[in-house]
């Protein structure tokens, strides 16, 4: 014979499973808002007087670093400079270049020039406009049993007639997401996580 089940037991059951279905849409939709904030849109700003088609050369000054890893600079400003070439939209002062320049126009911080320094820039190396930057975050970063590469960075133009910023973007990339946290992982490697960091700034530079 079967147990009969009373109707408030039946009801309580019937609650149960709502609420169990509830709680799993509200662990998705959370899911969901974390993925969108580790992966959101770069942060940009662009001025609108600027007239961007006049940038034909530009010059990358190294990068500060402010994240644990000392090469960090040095490996996103190549990967930067090499993208900027693909793109085609620009042509960029050669690397071995820079350190001349900042040497004739007697520039003790690179990293951070004045608006004068700027300009003194411009014409020694004979570009329109010097793109500096900041390394925020970069390697890898953990949380419990879960870990994953991140980068996060900025970069600024400034054209050199002025020696005003008329561009500047930050991206962030990578990190430890939601599924991560709940399964353990890895992430991706820092090499993809580079890429795309980058990628996302040069899209936003003349787009």
Known sequence: MYARVSPT??????????????????????????????????????????????????AVMPLTNLSKEQMAAD???DVFVTMLLASGDVYVVPQGEVPRGVSLAGISNPSAPSTDEIKKLGTVLKADAIITGVVREYGEVRSGSASANVLSLSFQMAEVQTGRVVWSVSSTKGGIGFLDRLFGGGGEPMNDVTEKTVKDVVNNLFK
């Open 75 to 77: 490996r996103v400003r």
């Open 9 to 58: 037991g039946a009801r309580e059951r019937t609650l149960r499973k709502r609420g169990d279905k509830n709680i799993l849409k509200k662990v998705i939709l959370y899911a969901a808002l974390i993925a969108v904030t580790a992966c959101g849109p770069a942060e940009v700003y662009r001025d609108q007087k600027m007239d961007f088609g006049s940038i034909y050369t530009v």
